[in-house]
Antibody
């Protein structure tokens, strides 16, 4: 059974940093593109970033370029999102998902709240 | 402002059919056969219902179907059931290597 379990969310002040993790199991992690997708409270889905199987190709949405860094550790079946210079509009539930052209599987999400 | 345009709401009675549209451009919906649809119940993570325009993942009932014409994709839910009441989001792979989403449609089963 495919499982994606996010962690690392919490309350952070504007300008602060947070590192999200996603533990994957039930599939060959190193064989898949992985992505982060977020959802602000009461709002729709928004793709954030994705990363190729070996990490050699990475893409970001414009508003997080230069602030967020996606990475992966295939030996530990883990996906990460380092978030710096956080802003109030980054407040959202962040989901770890599998896939590039579609999000086949989703974790339960981890809530990031940026507020003073 | 979402990249893809969906109606904010749709409704139908049990047993009826309802269709939800998703309009994009030639850079996303019209340019790729990589349209996907997601169902999200309140407080839950989204679930993939349709991928590659019209394919269903294992376990998704055949009451859910997808299609595409030009820059507009559609999700049809036939034989509406109470549990189909949820938010539905379309997604499309796009030129800039990202996955764009619609703003979501709240489906109400009357």
């Amino acid at each position: 059974e495919v499982q994606l379990v996010e962690s690392g969310g919490g309350l952070v002040q504007p300008g602060g940093s947070l590192r999200l993790s996603c533990a994957a199991s039930g599939f060959s992690f190193s064989s898949y593109w992985m992505s982060w997708v977020r959802q602000a409270p009461g709002k729709g889905l928004e793709w954030v970033a994705n990363i190729y199987q070996d990490g050699s190709e990475i893409w970001y949405m414009d508003s997080v370029k230069g602030r967020f860094t996606i990475s992966r550790d295939n030996a530990k079946n883990s996906l990460f999102l380092q978030m710096n210079s956080l802003r109030a509009d980054d407040t959202a539930v962040y989901y770890c998902t599998r896939g590039l052209t579609r999000s086949e599987y989703w974790g339960q999400g981890t809530l990031v709240t940026v507020s003073s | 402002q979402s990249a893809l345009t969906q109606p904010p709401s749709a409704s139908g009675s049990p047993g009826q059919s309802v269709t939800i549209s998703c309009t994009g451009t030639s850079s996303d919906v019209g340019g790729y056969n990589y349209v996907s649809w997601y169902q999200q119940h309140p407080g839950k993570a989204p679930k993939l219902m349709i991928y590659d325009v019209s394919k269903r993942p294992s376990g998704v009932p055949d009451r859910f179907s997808g299609s595409k014409s030009g820059n507009t994709a559609s999700l049809t839910v036939s034989g509406l059931q109470a549990d189909d009441e949820a938010d539905y989001y379309c997604g499309s792979y796009a030129d800039n290597h990202n996955l764009e989403f619609g703003g979501g449609t709240k489906l109400t089963v009357l």
